[in-house]
């Protein structure tokens, strides 16, 4: 399974950003996906994540009510919307995928890791 991110880039505060993920899995719907992010000099973060059936999500505190997470099976495509960006969300963000299991969302327990995307917030 190969995961490929895209959608980073140079934003400023107050502004948006749309990540997309695409997963090379044939049966895309047997997978929870996710983001991760990490900025220089901090521990890695869950960012948010979605179930396989679409019907679970995750949202770490630091980006609830800012930032979406989404899937469309019939792409194999997960999105992060990602609004009123600040400084603080400067990081490398990185596509998560684990197959269908009895592990929560909110568990950081993803083996698949696709390459990262960089998102700048400017002030």
């Known amino acids: 399974v190969q995961l490929q991110a895209s959608g980073g880039g140079l934003v400023q505060a107050g502004g948006s950003l749309r990540l997309s993920c695409a997963n090379s899995a044939r049966a895309f719907s047997n997978y929870d996906m996710g983001w991760f992010r990490q900025a220089p000099g901090k521990q890695r973060e869950l960012v948010a994540a979605i179930s396989w059936s679409g019907g679970s999500t995750h949202y770490a505190d630091s980006v609830k009510g800012r930032f979406t997470i989404s899937r469309d099976d019939a792409k194999n495509t997960v999105y992060l919307q990602m609004n009123s960006l600040g400084p603080e969300d400067t990081a490398v963000y990185y596509c998560?995928?684990?197959?269908?299991?009895?592990?929560?969302?909110?568990?950081?327990?993803?083996?698949?890791w696709g390459q990262g995307t960089h998102v700048t917030v400017g002030r």
């Open positions: 998560i995928a684990r197959q269908r299991s009895t592990y929560s969302v909110a568990s950081p327990s993803y083996n698949v």
